[in-house]
């Protein structure tokens, strides 16, 4: 195998490219405890990271929902809205491409699933169809509760909203509670389930996974399956970490679909499977997540360089708010 082969093998891994941003993630939430540390009299400074916005979702979805009915930009905290907007994109463009590439969160539960697998030497245990579609309805419920509630927040509220030094400070707040043992025995009990099941949260609960995947509905790219070609071994479903059928359909617009290749890439007939834009034009697999990476980074960059990106409230008015004990006055993980 030549160099550029092996090259794009790693990059269409599975594991590369989420690799790279749940490191990255991890890095800036260190960061962000530096910075809080640094606020309350400890430690040196550090700047404060911005991308952690994205375990914000109500404040942020406020803001967003604000931003839509003409209550104008945030221009004190922006990233949330940018990593919103962002997802979206994703989801238009390469179908979950945020939930399947991006979302540490869905890194974790992925890991899980994939360690299960490995543990136990087959697939992750499928539970019978009728109690799998009900659970995954379960999601369209919640999202349906959640972006209903959003909805009806009228614009003044939010802008109240943004305005709130709590909110200014909830991604500590989360980021602290991560270490609380309650919130640690339901990641181990999340993760010990999705060994088992697979990813449950991100398939059956997850609310903004049911919001990205009916934007995903609409995707230029997909994955297609020529039927004159296929010999219906079926490797493609069974290597489906989110159980889609793909050996049935004709272009894989599944909503639990997040464009991983795994199909793709298993198929053992050329070009029966292939990812696809608009379904006409064929491209090869490893575009797929060097494409999701760089529409992400092009649109951070974007937002960076015309100063849609870092917060515009003062180091000096963080680090009052943080003294002042604001994120101590309730229990740890806040409301959100």
């Given at each position: 195998?030549?160099?550029?082969?092996?090259?794009?093998?790693?990059?269409?891994?599975?594991?590369?490219?989420?690799?790279?941003?749940?490191?990255?993630?991890?890095?800036?939430?260190?960061?962000?405890?530096?910075?809080?540390?640094?606020?309350?009299?400890?430690?040196?400074?550090?700047?404060?990271?911005?991308?952690?916005?994205?375990?914000?979702?109500?404040?942020?979805?406020?803001?967003?929902?604000?931003?839509?009915k003409?209550?104008?930009?945030?221009?004190?905290?922006?990233?949330?809205?940018?990593?919103?907007?962002?997802?979206?994109v994703?989801?238009?463009?390469?179908?979950?491409?945020?939930?399947?590439?991006?979302?540490?969160?869905?890194?974790?539960?992925?890991?899980?699933?994939?360690?299960?697998?490995?543990?136990?030497?087959?697939?992750?245990?499928?539970?019978?169809?009728?109690?799998?579609?009900?659970?995954?309805?379960?999601?369209?419920?919640?999202?349906?509760?959640?972006?209903?509630?959003?909805?009806?927040?009228?614009?003044?509220?939010?802008?109240?909203?943004?305005?709130?030094?709590?909110?200014?400070?909830?991604?500590?707040?989360?980021l602290?509670?991560?270490?609380?043992?309650?919130?640690?025995?339901?990641?181990?009990?999340?993760?010990?389930?999705?060994?088992?099941?697979?990813?449950?949260?991100?398939?059956w609960l997850?609310?903004?996974?049911?919001?990205?995947?009916?934007?995903g509905?609409?995707?230029v790219?997909?994955?297609?399956?020529?039927?004159t070609?296929?010999?219906?071994?079926?490797?493609?479903?069974?290597?489906?970490h989110?159980?889609?059928?793909?050996?049935?359909?004709?272009?894989?617009?599944?909503?639990?679909?997040d464009?991983?290749?795994?199909c793709?890439?298993?198929?053992?007939?050329?070009?029966?499977?292939?990812?696809?834009?608009?379904?006409?034009?064929?491209?090869?697999a490893?575009?797929?997540?060097?494409?999701v990476?760089?529409?992400?980074?092009?649109?951070?960059?974007?937002?960076?360089?015309?100063?849609?990106?870092?917060?515009?409230?003062?180091?000096?008015?963080?680090?009052?708010?943080?003294?002042s004990?604001?994120?101590?006055?309730?229990?740890?993980?806040?409301?959100?």
């Amino acid at each position: 195998m030549n160099v550029l082969a092996y090259a794009r093998q790693v990059v269409s891994s599975r594991w590369f490219i989420k690799g790279i941003f749940f490191v990255i993630f991890v890095w800036l939430c260190w960061q962000l405890l530096r910075f809080t540390q640094w606020a309350r009299g400890y430690g040196e400074f550090v700047p404060r990271p911005e991308a952690v916005a994205g375990i914000l979702p109500i404040g942020h979805f406020t803001s967003f929902i604000a931003w839509l009915k003409g209550g104008g930009w945030d221009t004190l905290l922006p990233a949330g809205l940018v990593i919103i907007i962002g997802a979206i994109v994703l989801s238009l463009l390469l179908k979950r491409g945020f939930c399947g590439w991006v979302c540490p969160v869905g890194t974790l539960w992925e890991f899980a699933s994939a360690l299960g697998r490995k543990v136990m030497g087959r697939g992750n245990f499928r539970p019978p169809r009728w109690l799998d579609r009900s659970a995954i309805g379960l999601r369209y419920v919640l999202a349906a509760l959640f972006f209903g509630w959003l909805t009806m927040v009228s614009v003044e509220e939010a802008l109240w909203f943004r305005e709130l030094p709590y909110m200014w400070v909830a991604d500590i707040k989360i980021l602290e509670g991560f270490f609380h043992p309650t919130f640690i025995a339901i990641v181990l009990l999340t993760f010990t389930v999705s060994m088992l099941l697979g990813p449950v949260w991100c398939r059956w609960l997850c609310p903004l996974g049911g919001l990205y995947s009916i934007f995903g509905l609409a995707s230029v790219c997909t994955v297609v399956r020529d039927e004159t070609k296929c010999v219906n071994c079926r490797k493609c479903s069974r290597a489906c970490h989110a159980f889609v059928d793909v050996h049935t359909a004709r272009d894989v617009r599944a909503v639990e679909c997040d464009g991983c290749m795994d199909c793709v890439k298993v198929c053992p007939v050329d070009d029966c499977i292939t990812p696809r834009v608009a379904r006409k034009w064929r491209f090869p697999a490893w575009i797929w997540p060097l494409a999701v990476a760089g529409v992400w980074f092009a649109i951070w960059a974007t937002a960076e360089l015309t100063g849609n990106w870092d917060t515009t409230i003062p180091i000096d008015t963080f680090r009052a708010v943080i003294q002042s004990g604001l994120l101590e006055e309730t229990t740890p993980g806040g409301i959100f």
